[in-house]
């Protein structure tokens, strides 16, 4: 039995301070497990913190092969550091993007509105950026703490519909739902 830790953000506004963020522990390919919350702040420094203090102080850090991770970062340009992921909690991170990253967009978003702008650029620059086909259109992933072929393997392991694996999807749904009254939107 394969399981794996997804991590969504809920919608926010900008003028917030905080977001929710939930992880779902999904064991293959579908089966909601458990939940995990927590609270980062919005355009702040504290996702990899937050999330390494949430998942190593949970009963799912002994059964989690992989953290698939919604993109690069939580609530605006909180940037998660895949390698601090990995080497915090001992379970190999995996940030999935339905897109391929428009880094010069990024990098002019950032520094209208993040006075440490160089320093997270660097840290979404950190590690290769692999474009990996799906049933459908590609998908790009950026991954710490495994080989991108065994990345390919649990990503198809976890995909059930569509390009997302499940367990992002599911954290997206409960985080919407939670903040919204419903869950709407795609992961």
Do not use: C
Not at 7 to 34: H, M, Q, W
Not at 109 to 136: N, Q, S, V, Y
């Amino acid at each position: 039995m394969v399981r794996a830790i997804g991590i969504d953000d809920a919608p926010f506004k900008f003028t917030d301070s905080e977001v929710l963020v939930i992880g779902s522990l999904v064991r293959a390919p579908n089966y909601l497990e458990g939940v995990l919350s927590t609270q980062v702040e919005v355009d702040g420094a504290d996702a990899t913190d937050k999330l390494v203090g949430s998942i190593r102080g949970s009963k799912f850090s002994e059964q989690a092969k992989v953290i698939f991770i919604d993109g690069a970062a939580l609530g605006g340009f909180n940037i998660v550091d895949l390698k601090e992921l990995w080497q915090g909690t001992g379970i190999a991170a995996m940030s999935v993007s339905r897109d391929e990253p428009d880094m010069t967009g990024i990098e002019e978003a950032l520094k209208r509105h993040i006075p440490d702008w160089k320093e997270r650029l660097h840290r979404m620059e950190a590690g290769d950026i692999h474009k990996i086909a799906t049933k459908h259109t590609p998908i790009y992933i950026r991954v710490e703490g495994t080989s991108v072929e065994d990345a390919k393997r649990l990503l198809q392991l976890f995909t059930v519909r569509g390009r997302l694996p499940e367990p992002i999807r599911i954290s997206h749904m409960i985080a919407s739902g939670v903040v919204s009254g419903e869950s709407k939107g795609r992961a």
